[in-house]
Nanobody, 127 residues
Framework: QVQLVEAGGGSGQSGGSLTLSCASS????????MGWFREAPGKELEGIAS???????TYADSVQGRFTVNQDVATNTPTLQMNTLKPEDTAVYYC?????????????????????WGQGTQVTVSS
């Protein structure tokens, strides 16, 4: 199986930035399809970003232009760069992955597209 661990959560200020990472372990072969999700208090799980095997990225409207999926060069670890933070970004953030090829796109903002999940990391944005 694949284990995913999110890191980098914590407190940020409105207008500031945070970077989350998604470290993987176990049998990570052919797990190039990944997604980022968040669950705000009292709200449903929301898919906010995905990246396909071909590096195609997709973003939800709520984070478009502010959040960016990247790869840490030094560690080859997927990251979510969050800029221009807003209080409504406060949520538990999750990364997710599947094996096999995927093209990316809007479908991969759906939670049911993924098999492997991290436990989440809390992001709190203050005003």
């Amino acid at each position: 199986q694949v284990q995913l661990v999110e890191a980098g959560g914590g407190s940020g200020q409105s207008g500031g930035s945070l970077t989350l990472s998604c470290a993987s372990s176990g049998d990570t072969r052919n797990t190039s399809c990944m997604g980022w999700f968040r669950e705000a208090p009292g709200k449903e799980l929301e898919g906010i970003a995905s990246i396909g095997s071909n590096r195609r990225t997709t973003y939800a409207d709520s984070v478009q232009g502010r959040f960016t999926v990247n790869q840490d060069v030094a560690t080859n670890t997927p990251t979510l760069q969050m800029n221009t933070l807003k209080p409504e970004d406060t949520a538990v953030y999750y990364c997710a992955a599947i094996r096999g090829f995927c093209e990316g796109g809007d479908y991969y903002l759906n939670a049911d597209a993924y098999l492997y999940w991290g436990q989440g990391t809390q992001v709190t944005v203050s005003s």
